[in-house]
C-alpha cells in the first residue's frame, strides 16, 4: 500500500511568502494524479513537500499510512523510499549511463551483483536496453529523460514524483514518451503525481487531475468531469479556455451585466438564482456566418486558428472576448452572429437566493 494522503497541509517559506494555505489531497495506491494550476500557484512546493525537500509549516503528509512529515517531525527525503524525475539536467554528465542508474542502489548499499542486474531490467523497462556502458553527452534528449526515469525506478520506488519531467522535449517525442510513461506505471502499479503546466498532458495521463490556485486545491476529479463539470468559473477557465461573464440568473433566463447576452433558463446548467459568473465553455459556441439579425447578435473574428479537431476562434462581442470552436476556419475579421448553446452558471455566494 503506497497511496499519498495531504492533510491541511500549509507551508510558508522563511520570507513569509505562504506558498500552500492547507491543502487536502488522497493519492490511491497506484493511481496516477496530476497536479495543474496557474505559475505560482505552488505545484512544485507541494511536489517538494511530499519528496521531504521542505517542511509543511502545518498539517500532515503520509505514504503508504505512515507519517513522513508534520511540523517539527519528518522522515528525510531518502527515506521515504520516492523517486523524482525534474524537466532536465537531472543525470550526471561524468558518469556513464549504467552508473546514473546504479548510483541510488549503490548509496543504498546494495550488493554488487544485485545492482549490476537490476540496472539491466531497468534500463529494458525504458527501452534503453545495452546503453548501460553509453555516455550520456551522447544521448538525445528523450533518451537523458528516460535515463532518469530509469534512475528513479531502480530503488523499486513506492511512489513516483515527476516535475515538469517530459517539459523540455520536442513533439513528438513527448507525446512517445507520454504514452510509454503512461503504460509503464499501470504495468508497475506505480502511485505518481505529477507536476505540469501543460493542461492536455495531464488530461491524457491521469486518473485524477489536482487543479491549485493560489495555493489551494480548488478540484480534484476525472479528466471528464473537470472538462464537463468544472466546479467553479477559475476551473472552467484555466483547463477550458472558458469565457466568463458577470450576470443576473431569474427563473426566466440569464441576462448578463453590461452585455446584450441573454439566454433562456433551459440553456443555464447551475443551481440558484442571482446574481454570479457565467462560463461559456468553447465547444458551446456556435458561430453563424453572415452574422444575420440585429446589431447586438453581431461580432467580429479577432483570431482564427487552424486546429486538428476544429479551429480556435475569439471574436469580440461587444467588448467581450467569447472563445468558440468552429469547424470551419472562419477569417479574421469576418462578421459572426455567436450562439450560446450552452452555459454554466455560478451563483456569487452572497448574491444566492436558494
Ligand atoms: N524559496 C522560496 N522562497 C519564497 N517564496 C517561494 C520560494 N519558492 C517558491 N516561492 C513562491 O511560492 C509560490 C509557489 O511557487 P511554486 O514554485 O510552488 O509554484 P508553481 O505552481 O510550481 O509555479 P511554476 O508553474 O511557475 O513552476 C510562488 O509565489 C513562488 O514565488
Known sequence: MAGV?????GLTYPDGHTALTGVDLEVADGEFVALVGPSGSGKTTLLRTV????????GTVAIGGEPVASPGAGVPPEGRRLGMVFQQHAIWPHMSVGANVAYPLRRARRPRAEIGERVTEVLALVGLDGYADRNPATLSGGQRQRVALARA?????RVLLLDEALSALDEPLRDQLRVELRSLTRQLGLTVIHVTHDRDEALALADRIAVLDAGAIV??????????EPATPFVAGFLSDATLLPGELTDSGFVADEHPLRLARDVVVGPGRGSGTLAVLPGDVVLHEGAPGGEEGRAEVVSSLYGRTASDVIVDWHGLRLRAESDGRPVVGARVRPEVRRALFYPDVAGTAG
Open 219 to 228: 478540484q480534484v476529479d476525472t479528466p471528464e468531469r473537470l472538462l464537463h
Open 5 to 9: 494522503t495531504l492533510a491541511e497541509v
Open 153 to 157: 525506478l531502480a530503488p523499486t520506488p
Open 51 to 58: 519528496a521531504g525537500f521542505l517542511a509543511p509549516s502545518r
